[in-house]
């Protein structure tokens, strides 16, 4: 931690802050952008009131201008359907709040523990499951982090930290060191899961100095989960930067959301595998959808989800399938939808 280490990294964080500062936010500035029907636009304002737009200009060129339906664009489009009240799509679909061990900290399954490092995203997807989230309570200075830290160090039988949020890569490299120091230094924990949609929608973000700052203990192993949902995500400045993070040695993880409209289909789905491993990333999971209000629109069925994933499994090898999950409050670990 010492300042030169700082000054650097402030030279290195410039264009990631400055592609973050792009990011469009603008109901019209997007519609305008991808020339999208202007039936949409008074719905998209209305929605954007309940979880605001947002979406990197990395992630906006990826999209094809013109197709309302776009797999990516819907991922962020507000639309009129977030309005729906429907039965069983709740504000807690995850039961973090039961899981909370301390402010940031969540202790659901045995051996890991999650830190809420930020509220903050590069992007607002609509499907969220933490769009309710109360992360106004959860910490936001260094020293409001000792009391997590502190259970942390307690609990020998922690083995994993997982910093998640939010997205934890939107904290600066010099906030991210100070948490990665004082995890490093708890003996018992031995690996350090990111849980990030950086690689994805802000690739500028892996940078020399975040690898290092996940490489450098030998005592703590990086594991980098990122969050793609659809092949076209999964290309030029994003592809390079997953190839980055894998030629550092960091196991990589995709997990994907099951989500109508986006991804439901096999063809995409195995396009979307294939790729993630041609670059050495892995399909860890893919998600049914946490039941949070406002996301009903984009449920699946579990019998179709199951369908999808065998016709997955005839086609690629067996790592190349993304174990179907579901979170289910109360259980000890992801289910597996059967
Ligand atoms: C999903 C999750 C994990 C990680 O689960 P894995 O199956 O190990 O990927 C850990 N803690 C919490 C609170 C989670 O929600
Ligand atoms: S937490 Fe993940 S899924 Fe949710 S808005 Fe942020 S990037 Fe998207």
């Given at each position: 931690m010492s300042q030169d280490g700082e000054i650097s990294y402030a030279v290195d964080e410039k264009d990631w802050h400055r592609s973050l500062a792009y990011a469009v936010r603008d109901i019209d500035v997007l519609f305008d952008r991808l020339d999208l029907p202007d039936h949409l636009r008074a719905a998209a304002h209305r929605a954007a009131t309940l979880f605001p737009l947002m979406v990197t200009e990395s992630f906006l060129r990826r999209m094809t201008p013109g197709d309302p339906h776009d797999p990516l664009l819907r991922q962020v489009l507000p639309l009129d359907a977030e309005f729906g009240d429907v039965d069983g799509f709740t504000i807690d679909a995850v039961g973090d709040e039961a899981a909370r061990r301390a402010p940031g900290l969540l202790h659901k399954y045995e051996g890991r523990a999650l830190l809420i490092?930020?509220?903050?995203?590069a992007v607002h997807c609509r499907y969220c499951f933490r769009r309710h989230y109360p992360y106004g309570e959860e910490p936001r200075r260094l020293d409001e982090w000792d009391a997590a830290l502190d259970v942390l160090a307690d609990d020998e039988s922690i083995s994993e930290v997982i910093l998640s949020?939010?997205?934890?890569?939107?904290?600066?490299d010099a906030r991210l060191e100070q948490l990665i120091e004082r995890i490093a230094a708890?003996?018992?924990?031995?690996r350090l899961r990111v849980h990030s949609r950086l690689p994805i929608v802000l690739p500028d973000r892996i940078t020399d100095c975040l690898i290092d700052l996940l490489t450098r203990h030998d005592s703590l192993t990086p594991i980098m989960v990122v969050h793609a949902n659809h092949p076209a995500e999964v290309v030029n400045d994003c592809a390079a930067a997953l190839q980055q993070l894998v030629a550092n040695g960091i196991t990589t993880l995709n997990q994907a959301v099951l989500l109508r409209g986006v991804n439901d289909n096999p063809d995409v789905l195995t396009s979307l595998s294939e790729r993630l491993v041609d670059l050495g990333v892995i399909p860890y999971y893919l998600h049914q959808l946490d039941r949070v209000h406002g996301t009903a629109h984009f449920e699946v069925a579990d019998e179709r989800a199951v369908a999808l994933i065998d016709t997955l499994r005839s086609r690629l090898?067996?790592?190349?399938v993304p174990r179907l999950v579901r979170e289910v409050p109360g259980e000890l670990s992801k289910s597996p939808v059967l």
């Open positions: 490092t930020t509220g903050s995203c949020g939010g997205d934890p890569l939107m904290l600066t708890i003996p018992h924990v031995r090898p067996g790592y190349a």
